[in-house]
Each structure stands twice: as structure tokens, then as C-alpha cells.
């Protein structure tokens, strides 16, 4: 259980992390970035989603 519980870890920090990197740079485009608003966004959003679902996601060994 412990293994699933830290596999679970290493994929939610990462997509937190990067999610929300990727939100900030869409927030913040400005200029000729602003045309890559909408695909940042979604990549963020996308990422963030993957992280919080894989802890949503119930552990099958137990």
C-alpha cells in the first residue's frame, strides 16, 4: 500500500506543479505569447486534472 502511496506522490507533484506553471504563463501572456493564451490554459488545466485524479483514483492492493 505504501508503494501505491508514493507513486501517487510522484505523479501529483510534478502535475501540480507544471499545471500551474502553465496556468501562470496563460494568465500573465502578454504581446505575441497571447496568441498561445488558450493552449497554455488548457495544458494547465490538463495537467492539474491528471495530478488530482490520480490521487482520486481508490488503491486496488490492500
Keep these: 500500500m505504501s508503494l501505491n502511496r508514493t507513486a501517487k ?3 501529483l507533484v510534478p ?3 507544471l499545471g500551474g506553471a502553465f ?3 496563460g494568465v500573465w501572456a502578454d504581446g505575441p505569447a ?3 493564451r488558450s ?3 488548457a495544458l494547465g488545466g490538463v495537467l492539474m486534472a ?3 485524479l490520480a490521487q ?3 488503491d486496488t492492493n490492500k
Design 9 to 11: 506522490g510522484i505523479v
Design 15 to 17: 502535475s501540480l506543479l
Design 23 to 25: 496556468m501562470a504563463a
Design 34 to 36: 497571447a496568441a498561445n
Design 39 to 41: 493552449l497554455a490554459l
Design 50 to 52: 491528471a495530478g488530482l
Design 56 to 58: 482520486a483514483l481508490p
